[in-house]
């Protein structure tokens, strides 16, 4: 199976590189800057960006290569700039239009890598059951364009030969001590000062997502021939956990040895809304459960 990957250089992307890597059935082909790709050594499993974005280029390189699924992490993840304009190009633009010539050049399946983001946070959603079904509330343009993006996928492909997949994750924790974002800043927090105050946050339940089975999930849907539809797919791991527990979890390998503390919700409320950070408050403290059962029916988790 021949497999091409856009986004391969992001925490997330060049991972599922990797562990493709090690199997000999999948031949994985990946996207680079046209400036990266100059830089290259060994380019044959590298395609320039321009490439891939120029139609009549596209389709001759996607059928030369015999490409059988397009898999995109492309886009923003943790973006400070939420002009409406940087996140279309970033997230819906370049993905519509490599999408649109690999659906010319028969890809017969692409799989978009959103985020459960979407979904929002509001009193619209019940935190302990999202499904599919739940109505999507992006709160920033990072979010919106990539609504828009799905609805493209799901909706506007014209072909039913190519199946569009959208899978919507949670926050993703890496291996070992991989780490990236907010979690790095965690990670960079408790090995400066070796104890971390969230023990108190430790009744919410929140879903999030290893790395390692995201790998699993994304190689579960490219090879499957049969189950699996085009749609929108809650991926998450089995079981939710609170804020306190996720953050042992990422912390208990940490050498030196990371110290979890007790201090009140009320000393967290009170410090954040005097800094004007109340979100990061609620952040902390609120449910947002995922449901998976559609994923787990499908075939794509399997647990």
């Not at 019940?126 to 990539?146: A, G, L």
């Not at 991926?235 to 040895?257: G, H, L």
């Amino acid at each position: 199976m021949n497999i091409l990957v856009l986004g391969s250089t992001g925490f997330l992307g060049s991972d599922f590189i990797n562990y493709c890597n090690d199997m000999s059935d999948i031949n994985c082909f990946f996207s680079v800057r046209d400036c990266d790709f100059l830089e290259c050594k060994n380019s044959n499993n590298i395609v320039p960006l321009s490439v891939l974005l120029d139609k009549g280029r596209a389709m001759d390189w996607l059928k030369t290569h015999a490409i059988d699924v397009l898999i995109s992490f492309l886009g923003l993840a943790h973006s400070k700039n939420d002009d409406f304009e940087h996140c279309l190009d970033s997230n819906y633009s370049i993905n519509r239009k490599i999408f649109f010539n690999a659906e010319l050049a028969s890809v017969k399946k692409i799989i978009y890598i959103s985020s459960a983001n979407v979904y929002g946070y509001g009193s619209h959603l019940n935190y302990f059951c999202i499904s599919e079904n739940s109505p999507v509330h992006p709160q920033n343009n990072n979010m919106r364009t990539k609504v828009k993006i799905e609805n493209y996928l799901i909706n506007e492909l014209r072909t039913e030969s190519t199946v569009g997949i959208v899978l919507r994750i949670p926050l993703v924790y890496g291996h070992g001590n991989k780490a990236v974002g907010n979690i790095l800043s965690l990670r960079l927090l408790a090995s400066r000062v070796r104890f971390l105050p969230f023990s108190a946050f430790s009744v919410n339940l929140k879903s999030y997502l290893s790395q390692a089975l995201l790998n699993d999930v994304i190689l579960n849907a490219a090879v499957d021939q049969n189950d699996i539809c085009t749609g929108i797919y809650n991926i998450a791991d089995e079981y939710a956990i609170s804020t306190s527990q996720f953050v042992r979890t990422i912390t208990e390998n940490m050498k030196p040895k990371v110290y979890h503390l007790y201090f009140p919700k009320l000393f967290f409320l009170i410090f954040f809304k005097i800094f004007g950070k109340y979100p990061l408050y609620h952040f902390l403290n609120s449910s947002f459960v995922l449901d998976v059962s559609k994923a787990k029916k499908s075939g794509l988790l399997r647990f």
